[in-house]
Every structure is written in structure tokens, then in C-alpha cells.
């Protein structure tokens, strides 16, 4: 009775301590997060400035200022993944790099958000922008075609699920088939097919 007394004794004490162990591990925990938190802010008004920076100069882009923002861009994706902005900063990165004709680094970043954050809010149109940018920038007909179906079979009533229809439609279509097939469909004139697929691809 007595050495089950004692061991009850020692149980409860180890019990006891255990539990304050873990209030410390948890205060820990909470300033560990509270510093994160800071650093999170910190990083946003850093990139913001650096935005404010570069696109002061977009009459006369500076590749350079381009580059280190991508970075900081990517930096911040890889410190808080779990941040709400990372896959919106990813999304920035692709676009920017893709304005600057650094293509394969774009598709890289849309590809990271896809893989990384599939619940990203705009993650159908990053889909189609990588199955847009083999078609119009890398001229990869049958990957883009491989891409658009999927996406219109995945998203057949959003937007960019009927855009993708639309794409497969005109493909493989030379620019005068394209232009007479939007003429035919749309009664539109050349002109204003012209300024549609320029608009598409800014």
C-alpha cells in the first residue's frame, strides 16, 4: 500500500511538471509565432517598397530591380508558406518574369503555386496561364492543347474552363484562319481581332 502511495506521489509530481514544461513550451511557441508574425510584416513593406520602386521605372524597366523583387518574392514564399500572401506572391513573381520574357522562370513559379497552394484563390487562372504561356509564348501546341482540355474538363463553367474550350477551337489555326474563324463567329473586324489578342497577350 505504501509503494503504491509513493508511486502515485511520484506520478503526480512528474505529471505536475510535465505540465509546466509544456506552458513554457507553449509561451515559447506563442513568441516564437508573435516574432514570425513581425517578420511577416516586415517582409510585406519590404516588397511593397520594392514594387513602388520598379514600377517607377516601367517606361524604362531595370531588369535588375525586376530580379531582386522575384527573389524577395520567392523568399517570401519559402519562409511563410502558410501566410495567405505566398501563393499571391508567387503569382506576382510568374507575371513579372513572364513581362520580363524570362519564361521558363514564370512557368516555374505558376507551377509552384499549383503544386504548393492548391486552394490559392486564383489558382484556375494559374492553370490556364501556364497552358497560355505554351501556347503563346513557347509555341508548344500539343502541351498547351494537353493543358487547355484538362483545365476545360476540370472547370467547364468557370471562365477560364470555357477560354480553354475556346483555345483548342483555334489551336492549330494559322493567324488568318484564326482571324477569319472570330470574323465568321463574331462578325468582329481584323482590327478588332487584332487588339483582342494583344490584349490576351500583355
Not at 59 to 88: C, G, I, R, V
Not at 93 to 99: E, H, K, V
Amino acid at each position: 500500500m505504501m509503494r503504491f502511495s509513493l508511486i502515485v506521489c511520484v506520478s503526480m509530481i512528474l505529471f505536475s511538471c510535465g505540465n509546466r514544461m509544456s506552458d513554457k513550451e507553449s509561451i515559447a511557441q506563442i513568441e516564437q509565432m508573435e516574432k514570425k508574425l513581425l517578420s511577416d510584416k516586415e517582409s510585406i513593406a519590404q516588397i511593397e517598397q520594392m514594387e513602388k520602386k520598379l514600377f517607377a521605372t516601367m517606361e524604362a524597366p531595370d531588369d535588375s530591380l525586376a530580379n531582386d523583387l522575384m527573389t524577395a518574392y520567392e523568399q517570401f514564399n519559402e519562409d511563410y508558406k502558410e501566410n495567405e500572401l505566398a501563393p499571391e506572391c508567387l503569382f506576382r513573381s510568374a507575371n513579372l518574369a513572364r513581362s520580363f520574357n524570362q519564361y521558363q522562370r514564370a512557368l516555374g513559379y505558376y507551377q509552384s503555386i499549383v503544386d504548393g497552394h492548391p486552394y490559392y484563390q486564383n489558382i484556375i487562372e494559374t492553370k490556364f496561364m501556364i497552358a497560355f504561356m505554351y501556347d503563346n509564348d513557347l509555341k508548344d501546341k500539343k502541351k498547351a492543347e494537353e493543358l487547355y482540355k484538362s483545365i476545360s474538363a476540370e472547370y467547364p463553367n468557370h471562365i477560364f474552363g470555357r477560354e480553354a474550350a475556346k483555345r483548342m477551337e483555334t489551336l492549330h489555326m494559322t493567324d488568318q484562319e484564326m482571324l477569319d474563324y472570330f470574323k465568321r463567329k463574331n462578325g468582329l473586324s481584323t482590327d478588332s481581332i487584332t487588339v483582342q489578342e494583344n490584349v490576351i497577350s500583355e
